[in-house]
């Protein structure tokens, strides 16, 4: 004699509507904040190349995503001087980056990540353009 | 007194010592002292056969005074040497010696006044040929033989002499006899022409028996001149005769051939038949006679003299045997030496034995040596000849030479010790003039050489650590110079510019063992970059020192990460490449967070990014 079909739906199906639905939120979250990020059309700085000569960079601006390692020096004139440090643990490197003035506003503290738009000026040295906390 | 006149005499025998009386003697080498005085104005006295020749000796200075020289007899080079050739030479007793001595002795007893007769002057006489056939001799005995000969002819001149002269006489009377004879004829002519007067015939102005009488008178004349010529030669040639001879007799006194002067006095008195004759002497010689003997220069005297000098001679020898047997050396070589002195041709002189003067050379030889070591003020030597001495001599005098040496190592060890002091105290100029009188005193002074040894040694150590120094700061091995330090700060201590100099590098070392051992104690802890950062900054002052870079080296590759970091950040700062200079700075100090190269760079970097802050 046969046996009658189950009509009970598998929980198998439950749990993979579930995972569905929330790759498709994060997917959609991804996309929106990928959409919604300014820097966004920004390359990268090549840390390697800067460490070699800084000064090839010269006049180009660069996406920098680190943390605030240490503060190295104010001027009330020229702004804040920060090492921040790109990449993770010991094998990351620390950069210097210029706070200028008009971003005073903008608490730096020391462990916080960020995403700096920097311009590479004459020696180097990398001005803050603008700044967003990750 | 009779011995030292005859050492005065004997010394006059210029022939015997064939010494240069104007020849200056060399007072240090032989000790003696020879004071010249100007010689007198040239004599205007008539010259003389014997005369100005003659020594003067004073006894209380034993000092000679002869041609306006004075000298010290008994320390004469000369004589020295003499004395020592005899006392090396064989005593003369073989045959030929004791044949010779025999002739003397046979001349000599020929010719004593008890059995004199012209018949043993004549053995004696030939004798004297036979006895110059010896080499002892000297050919002295000719000379006499030859004298007797020229008195004999002499003798025999005169007498030939007498006879022209008897004959001279004769025709003189003849002559004489002749003309009175005409001198008769013409005064009775005289008287017959007077009583014929009226004759008319003219008498001549001169008669023939006057002119015959004046011829006569002319020759007996000529005779009685020729008479007295010959008597003048005559008397002359007597004289000349007895000089001579006695020329001949001092001359063997002088030449200390006494045994000849005994001789030829005994044969001048059968020859000359005259006694106690006078010798013709003038000048010094005369005054020697009448003044320092108090004699009259007569045979006699010269006799007397030639006998005491034998005895004399026989008496030091005896003395010499007696006191040598004692270990008297001293007085037993001064008389064998006085015995020589005076009688250095007499048998007694010449057969002693050579064994027994040895001791004699030995000790005279000794004491010589002792007088040229103090001379040339070699004390230590003389120090030693001064006890081989007394030990020798019993009856040696060392007080003087004692004193001498004594005194000279005492003042010598004061100039040493003032010299040592001021070379502590580093006065070259006193310890030059120090050493110079401590050597002027005792030459040979072997505290001297050692101590000069030493200071000019030390001053060559010092010369060589002066140019090592040199070279070493020029080369700014500052590590060589601090590990000889000691030998630096020694040397340059009298250099006040240099010891500058090395002060600043001792100072300089010490920073760098200081750095050095600051570095060794981070290593110790395991802290490569700690100890690296303490040499680098220590080679960075002193690029030069070899240990620091070694040690850079070693540290450099245990913190290879690090020092490569800190090395990119100082060759981009260099660069111009500030920004990244500072991220490897960064990065150095994210390796060693106590650099001090990283924070420096790091704050240098940061004020010039931020010129107000």
Not at chain 2, 426 to 435: R, S, Y
């Amino acid at each position: 004699m046969a046996r009658r079909a189950s009509t009970k739906p598998h929980a198998a199906w439950f749990l993979a509507v579930a995972l569905l639905a929330t790759a498709a939120i994060a997917g959609g979250y991804l996309l929106m904040s990928k959409i919604n990020d300014p820097y966004r059309t920004l390359h990268s700085l090549d840390v390697l190349t800067y460490l070699e000569n800084g000064n090839s960079l010269r006049g180009n601006t660069y996406r920098i995503s680190g943390a605030i390692w240490d503060s190295l020096g104010w001027s009330p004139s020229a702004g804040r001087l920060f090492a921040i440090e790109v990449g993770t643990g010991r094998s990351g490197d620390l950069l210097p980056v210029l706070v200028p003035v008009s971003l005073n506003h903008v608490n730096l503290q020391k462990g916080q990540r960020f995403v700096f738009e920097v311009e590479v000026l004459e020696g180097g040295i990398l001005r803050v353009k603008s700044l967003r906390k990750e | 007194m009779r011995r030292i006149v005859l050492c005065g005499l004997l010394l006059g025998g210029s022939v015997l010592w064939a010494q240069k009386p104007d020849e200056p003697m060399t007072g240090a080498a032989s000790g003696t002292t020879v004071i010249t005085t100007p010689r007198k104005p040239p004599s205007t006295e008539p010259s003389v056969p014997l005369g100005e020749e003659l020594p003067v000796f004073d006894p209380g200075s034993e000092v000679v005074s002869w041609g306006g020289k004075h000298w010290n007899i008994m320390n004469q080079r000369v004589f020295q040497a003499r004395f020592e050739k005899y006392l090396n030479a064989p005593e003369q007793t073989d045959a030929e010696s004791m044949e010779y001595q025999k002739t003397i002795r046979t001349i000599l007893e020929l010719l004593s006044p008890r059995d004199a007769n012209n018949q043993r002057l004549y053995q004696a006489y030939v004798l004297l040929f036979r006895a110059a056939a010896f080499d002892a001799d000297g050919g002295v005995c000719n000379a006499v033989a030859n004298a007797v000969a020229t008195a004999w002819q002499a003798q025999l001149n005169q007498n030939q002499l007498a006879l022209t002269v008897e004959e001279l006489k004769k025709a003189m009377q003849a002559e004489q006899s002749k003309a009175l004879m005409f001198a008769g004829a013409q005064e009775q002519a005289s008287k017959q022409s007077t009583g014929k007067k009226s004759s008319s015939s003219p008498t001549p102005v001169v008669s023939q028996n006057e002119m015959r009488q004046g011829f006569y008178l002319k020759e007996a004349a000529a005779f009685q001149a020729q008479i007295a010529a010959l008597t003048a030669k005559r008397e002359v040639s007597a004289l000349q005769a007895r000089v001579q001879f006695q020329a001949l007799m001092v001359q063997l006194f002088l030449q200390r051939r006494f045994q000849h002067a005994v001789m030829a006095c005994h044969m001048y008195r059968q020859l000359f038949n005259e006694g106690d004759s006078a010798i013709k002497v003038e000048g010094q010689t005369k005054e020697f006679f009448t003044k320092d003997l108090g004699m009259p220069p007569t045979v006699s005297t010269l006799l007397s003299l030639a006998s005491e000098a034998m005895r004399d001679v026989r008496e030091g020898v005896n003395a010499y045997l007696f006191l040598s047997e004692r270990h008297e050396m001293d007085s037993a070589t001064k008389r064998l030496s006085e015995a020589f002195l005076v009688g250095e041709y007499m048998p007694e002189i010449r057969t002693l034995p050579r064994e027994k003067k040895r001791l004699a050379l030995t000790y005279s030889q000794k004491l010589n040596r002792l007088v040229s070591a103090l001379s040339v003020k070699d004390y230590e030597q003389a120090e030693q000849l001064i006890k081989e001495l007394e030990a020798m001599a019993k009856d040696f005098d060392s007080t003087k030479a004692r004193a001498a040496v004594e005194t000279a190592k005492t003042v010598s060890a004061l100039h040493l010790a003032k010299a040592r002091n001021a070379a502590i105290a580093g006065k070259t100029q006193t310890v030059e003039e120090e050493l110079k009188q401590a050597a002027a005193i005792w030459p040979r002074n072997p505290a001297l050489l050692e101590l000069s040894t030493t200071l000019f040694g030390q001053s060559d150590l010092q010369q060589k650590a002066i140019a090592d120094f040199d070279q070493l700061l020029s080369q700014g091995n500052l590590r060589q110079i601090f590990n000889d330090k000691l030998r630096f700060i020694a040397a340059l201590a009298t250099d006040p510019e240099r010891q500058a100099k090395l002060k600043k590098v001792l100072e300089d070392a010490q920073l760098i063992e200081a750095a050095i051992a600051r570095a060794q104690e981070f290593a110790r802890r395991g802290d490569a970059a700690g100890a690296w950062e303490a040499v680098e900054r220590a080679a960075q002052q002193f690029p030069d020192d070899v240990k620091l870079n070694q040690l850079r080296g070693n540290y450099s590759s245990e913190a290879a990460s690090f020092v490569e970091s800190l090395r990119t950040a100082q060759r981009l700062e260099t660069q111009g490449q500030t920004g990244s200079s500072l991220a490897w700075y960064l990065k150095a100090q994210r390796h060693y967070p106590l650099s001090d190269f990283a924070r420096e760079g790091i704050e240098r970097l940061a004020k010039k990014i931020l010129p107000s802050s």
